[in-house]
């Protein structure tokens, strides 16, 4: 089986509606794709829909957190999305987007940036808006040559000229409402230098102590060196260890199926929640 358990659609930062980015991960050999937006369960529904014989949907959403300053994601999957404590805090975060993003905006034109949120809003359309967009904008201006290139500190990483900070999860919490919502959690791409600060390595152990599941091993930001340390600590912490391609569509150059989670992994994923089930599409087998 192969298995890809981080993918965006236009309900958050992703190029591809949910239906295209079913019937792209079936095209791409996938036997399971999980729809991740920002905050957001907004794609489910299209996604279900449009699910094609074979191909079996984990629905999930990577919700934004904050430990003692620095920012990470923490992947939820199969929760149930009507359990009303977790709703109302994505909802919090994603009423928080707007004007942060208005924000930043802000900050690019201070600094010279010829951007503006009519150009950002029309990128984001009906997705949940958020600096991939504004990343597009610059783009679109030549400012930056490609949407990777405006997250570095001269622009809009974590700890760049142009971030504004939004209402983020703490982490603990995130786990906790993901449980009790039936679901489990993965920490996404713990340790993507490249992204700006990333949390200490006793910090994932206190998470994992909090009730983690997991950690997001092989992705396109962990080089084979930072992926063989992850993958230690996985094992030393008792955590599972997944693989994933986090694709955005055209927006970044990450392929779905890129990486891939262990099919002995994404059964443990499926036997721990009891929020929800995968959905398997016609013909497909859930697990």
């Given at each position: 089986m192969r298995i890809d358990l981080h993918a965006h659609s236009t309900a958050s930062d992703g190029t591809d509606t949910p239906a295209e980015l079913v019937r792209n991960a079936a095209a791409a050999g996938l036997d399971v794709v999980a729809l991740?937006?920002?905050?957001?369960?907004?794609?489910?529904?299209?996604?279900i829909a449009a699910l094609p014989p074979g191909l079996a949907l984990v629905t999930g959403a990577e919700l934004s957190c904050r430990l003692n300053g620095t920012g990470l994601h923490m992947l939820a999957y199969l929760f149930d999305p009507e359990e009303p404590?977790?709703?109302?805090?994505?909802?919090?975060?994603?009423?928080?987007?707007?004007?942060?993003?208005?924000?930043?905006?802000?900050?690019?034109?201070?600094?010279?940036?010829?951007?503006?949120?009519e150009q950002v809003a029309r990128i984001a359309g009906d997705g949940?808006?958020?600096?991939?967009?504004?990343?597009?904008?610059?783009?679109?201006?030549?400012?930056v040559r490609t949407v990777s290139?405006?997250?570095?500190?001269?622009?809009?990483a974590n700890d760049g000229r142009a971030y504004v900070e939004k209402h983020e999860l703490d982490p603990f919490d995130a786990i906790r409402l993901v449980k009790a919502a039936g679901g489990v959690t993965v920490f996404a791409h713990p340790l993507a230098l490249k992204r700006g600060e990333t949390v200490p390595e006793a910090a994932i152990a206190e998470l994992a102590a909090a009730g983690l599941d997991g950690i997001e091993v092989d992705h396109m930001d962990h080089d084979p060196a930072t992926r063989a340390r992850l993958r230690s600590l996985a094992a030393?912490?008792?955590?599972?260890?997944?693989?994933?391609?986090?694709?955005?569509?055209?927006?970044?150059?990450c392929v779905l199926g890129e990486f891939t989670t262990d099919p002995e992994v994404y059964g443990e994923i499926t036997r721990r929640a009891t929020g929800?089930?995968?959905?398997p599409g016609a013909g497909g087998a859930s697990a």
């Amino acid at each position: 089986m192969r298995i890809d358990l981080h993918a965006h659609s236009t309900a958050s930062d992703g190029t591809d509606t949910p239906a295209e980015l079913v019937r792209n991960a079936a095209a791409a050999g996938l036997d399971v794709v999980a729809l991740t937006d920002h905050d957001t369960t907004r794609g489910y529904a299209e996604a279900i829909a449009a699910l094609p014989p074979g191909l079996a949907l984990v629905t999930g959403a990577e919700l934004s957190c904050r430990l003692n300053g620095t920012g990470l994601h923490m992947l939820a999957y199969l929760f149930d999305p009507e359990e009303p404590e977790l709703s109302a805090e994505r909802e919090l975060v994603r009423d928080d987007r707007v004007p942060r993003a208005r924000a930043m905006v802000g900050k690019l034109r201070d600094l010279g940036v010829d951007v503006t949120w009519e150009q950002v809003a029309r990128i984001a359309g009906d997705g949940s808006v958020g600096r991939p967009h504004i990343a597009e904008a610059m783009v679109e201006l030549g400012v930056v040559r490609t949407v990777s290139d405006a997250f570095t500190a001269e622009w809009l990483a974590n700890d760049g000229r142009a971030y504004v900070e939004k209402h983020e999860l703490d982490p603990f919490d995130a786990i906790r409402l993901v449980k009790a919502a039936g679901g489990v959690t993965v920490f996404a791409h713990p340790l993507a230098l490249k992204r700006g600060e990333t949390v200490p390595e006793a910090a994932i152990a206190e998470l994992a102590a909090a009730g983690l599941d997991g950690i997001e091993v092989d992705h396109m930001d962990h080089d084979p060196a930072t992926r063989a340390r992850l993958r230690s600590l996985a094992a030393d912490l008792g955590l599972l260890a997944t693989g994933s391609s986090d694709y955005h569509g055209s927006r970044k150059t990450c392929v779905l199926g890129e990486f891939t989670t262990d099919p002995e992994v994404y059964g443990e994923i499926t036997r721990r929640a009891t929020g929800a089930f995968p959905v398997p599409g016609a013909g497909g087998a859930s697990a």
